[in-house]
């Protein structure tokens, strides 16, 4: 099962979760804050220098004075400037590297998921989550870190200055404050539920796309386009729509703060006129006032903002850290086993069996005795849908088997080293992928080391040399994504050579000659006969003709194995393999007629 931390629920619990991607920009992270100090320190000046020029040009000041004011004013805006340059190259700087970090840790946390993660989690969530989610946190980390602080120092230092020149203006000055607040958090929350489903209503959009793309041929075959295009019109349309709500309040938000911040404006002209009138304050302090009033409206609609880049921020640090926290399914045990040995000989055994992919489902495989020794041919026939690729996907581990039910060179594979087991396994899967790379790179998948000459002999022994002699480029002929540009025979063999060049200790070959005509098939045969020799492989097949020289022949039926023996043994049982055999030599016949 995959297990989650405790989502937690406040901002500020949520904002925990930064730390640790902080952390090692930190030194960063305080020189970024100390320019930011710094800067806001150097601006508050100003209006002190303006109000102080004002009262002095009243006083019948000489020129010479004024071009001083002037030349500080000039001098500390200079200044503070250069520290808000600071501020940002550091701050931004910073920000892209916790975005480079974090997209790292997610790429690695998704390379260690099992199989069974991937139906949980469609791709085009995961897409959203390594996009639109990284992309918030960087905001987090950049622009929230820097607004939140200029925010806070602005209104404490200008809230501080104003009280200096009049403590009940300052206090009429922010009669709009609670209002303010209040419109801050409202809209806050709404934003961020409305983010939230947003977000979720694109992954919807590259979900869509992602599998379209994916299925272009069936798509395609299906005459399915015109339908494909309204489905994806209708999860386009509510990405929109989601859209459109949010717009609705964020476009809303700035409008009121801003009324709101003008009252207070007019509540200072009115009563800082009269305070000036009778003479209690000076023109150049009410100016002074004012320009400070100013200062601090922009922190109040930036808070706004901040609180909103913060709330994405974290609903998307949350969104990552659900994937980061969700433990692999299959993994290496606590207490890995220490007797596992270097060379795995390739003895393989189930010890009744008994697997079922989710609990309280029904078994797909039941009861499961087998012992094979290393080096033994097995072969596994049976319908489609009986457990022959459930059996296979169990020995490397793809899926887990029950503790103490299976077992390599006599030790339970869960407590194994996933890499040694994995290691000493060559596995063809019944639908091959490639990569959008040469045929050589796709060959030498498992084995990138490999030379030329080792890749064009498992190429040779995959049957791919006449393909391959086609090709315009031999084995450097770029395959398409997903290996698109070849056929479906000629993919599978570009899987068996991939297997092959492994030399695998236990070889796992799961249908992978279906797609190739039976005479391709039996010289591919003889050519693996010899590859066979000293290995343990199980070969799983519908076609007798593929399977009968195996040392040891399964009939897997419903998840059970119904018979088993040699070719020899199973035709004289006359059971469900003599009926399959009779009925394919007689397709045999007719086809041959
Ligand atoms: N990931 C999965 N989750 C749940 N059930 C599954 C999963 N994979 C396979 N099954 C079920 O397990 C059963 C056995 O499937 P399996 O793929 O092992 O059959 P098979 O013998 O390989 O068939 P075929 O000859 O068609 O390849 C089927 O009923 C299938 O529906
Ligand atoms: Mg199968």
Redesign the pocket.
Known sequence: MISFRREPATLLNRLTYLWPYLRPHRRKLTLGILAIVAGVLLGLVSPLLVGRAIDAVRRHVSAAELAGYAGMILGFSLVQGIFTYLQRMVLVAMSRDVEFDLRNVYFAALEKQSP?FF?QYPTGDLMARATNDIQAVRMLCGPAIMYSITTVITGLGALLLMARINARLTLIALVTAPLVAGATSLFGRRIHLLFTSVQEKFANVSARVQENLAGVRVVRAYAREAREEEDFGRVNEEYLEGNRRLIAWSVAFHPILQALIGLGFAAVLWYGGLLVIRGRISIGQFVTFQLFLGKLAWPMIALGWVVNLAQRGTASLVRIQKILDAEPAIRDAADPEPATPDQIHGSVRFRSLTFA??EGDAP?LSDVDLQVAAGQTVAVV??????????LALIPRLIDPPPGTLTVDGLDVRRMPLARLRSAIGMVP?ETFLFSATIRENIALGRPDASLEEVARAARLAGLEQDLAAFPHGLDTVVGERGLTLSGGQKQRVALARALLREPRILLL??CLSAVDTQTEELILSNLRQVFEGRTVFL?S?RISTVKDADLILV?DH?RIAERGTHGQLIAAGGLYADLHQRQLLEEELAAV
């Open positions: 069974a139906h992919y989710h797909v049976g319908r489609t849908g009986a457990g022959k690729t459930t059996l019944q799961d249908d799983v519908h897997l998840g």
